[in-house]
């Protein structure tokens, strides 16, 4: 439902920037996010951003990560600076989003998942 892109292999230092798109075709999409997982582990959040640009990063990534939106708003950025070997994940774009205007709730609408490796 959501694609997700910008994922690679980086050396520790790098920068990457990952890039999210929710279909054009939904109603309205709400706040938007990042989260990453690693095997064995939960889901954990990196950053979300609402529709009138409220920000919050995770403490592991604040001051390296900058979350963004498009201007059609069914896009979301995430560039990440300073990257580290422990930034290895599988980061996946979340997106709230109300499908109908007769809808009186937001659907939580993920992506498959763009792989980031940070080599030392």
């Known amino acids: 439902q959501l694609v997700e892109s910008g994922g690679g292999l980086v050396q520790a230092g790098g920068s990457l920037r990952l890039s999210c798109v929710a279909p054009?075709?939904?109603?309205?999409?709400?706040?938007m996010g990042w989260y990453r997982q690693v095997p064995g582990k939960q889901r954990e959040l990196v950053a979300t951003i609402t529709s009138d640009n409220s920000i919050n990063y995770a403490d592991l990534v604040n001051g390296r990560v900058a979350i963004t939106r498009g201007d059609a708003k069914n896009t979301v950025y995430l560039q990440m600076d300073s990257l580290k070997p422990e930034d290895t994940a599988r980061y996946y774009c979340n997106a709230k989003v109300r499908t109908a205007v007769w809808a009186s709730y937001d659907v939580d609408y993920w992506g498959r998942g763009t792989q980031v490796t940070v080599s030392s």
């Open positions: 054009e075709s939904i109603y309205r999409v709400n706040a």
